[in-house]
């Protein structure tokens, strides 16, 4: 993620049959080509034509499932340039999961057999913010907030201070929240055979870049 993939211009006509990524590989090369072009404000608006509006009536192929934060300032479509049935989109605040979460991630690759699973922190994330400062100061966060904060508490990066220890820990949790995905046993056995990929990746705020969280 991040490093640019350089893609032709492609004509407005070639959206309905433009070719879809099959495999872990090249859904993210077609993620970082998107997340250039936005970041580089050459947005395409890609599959957004009446031709492909009507070939969604009858069925949907995404290659890629995000799994993200609900932060306003991070919707997929818009970081990845990407438009209707390209990408499945699962949003939870700091990418917690829980079992409608796993379930839908699942689906995703299970019924629609996704290439792609790829778990999308960010910067200044709010959730992650909020579950530091109340293990700091061991109060307690307005209703289901608080399990919010409990799933990412486990994450915290203590040797860190401040929005040091914020930083580290938004990547800290991405790291879990992926590992925890691929370890789930029937996304496990598609990861075996190289026909699933679950990757960590974080948005930049300052400079929209997306880049790989190892």
């Known amino acids: 993620m991040g490093t640019g993939v350089a893609l032709g211009a492609a004509p407005a006509s070639a959206a309905a049959t433009r070719p879809r990524p099959g495999t872990p590989e090249e859904a993210l090369r077609e993620l970082a080509a998107g997340n250039l072009r936005w970041r580089t404000y050459r947005e395409r608006h890609p599959d957004e034509t009446p031709a492909v509006r009507r070939s969604l009536t009858t069925g949907q192929h995404p290659f890629a499932l995000v799994l993200g934060c609900i932060d306003s300032r991070v919707p997929p479509e818009l970081v990845f340039d990407q438009g209707l049935g390209d990408l499945m989109t699962v949003r939870s605040a700091g990418e917690v999961l829980d079992e409608a979460v796993l379930g839908s991630v699942a689906y995703g690759v299970l019924e629609l057999d996704i290439p792609l699973v790829l778990v999308l922190g960010h910067q200044s994330c709010g959730a992650v913010k909020a579950a ?83």
């Open 132 to 214: 530091v400062q109340a293990d700091g100061t061991g109060g307690r966060l307005p209703a289901h907030i608080q399990y919010i904060a409990d799933q990412i508490a486990p994450h915290i990066d203590r040797t860190q201070e401040g929005d040091a220890r914020v930083d580290a820990t938004v990547d800290a949790n991405v790291r879990a929240v992926r590992s925890r995905l691929a370890a789930e046993p029937d996304l496990a056995a598609r990861v075996a055979t190289g026909r699933l990929a679950v990757v960590g990746a974080r948005y930049e705020l300052t400079s929209q870049r997306v880049h790989h969280v190892s």
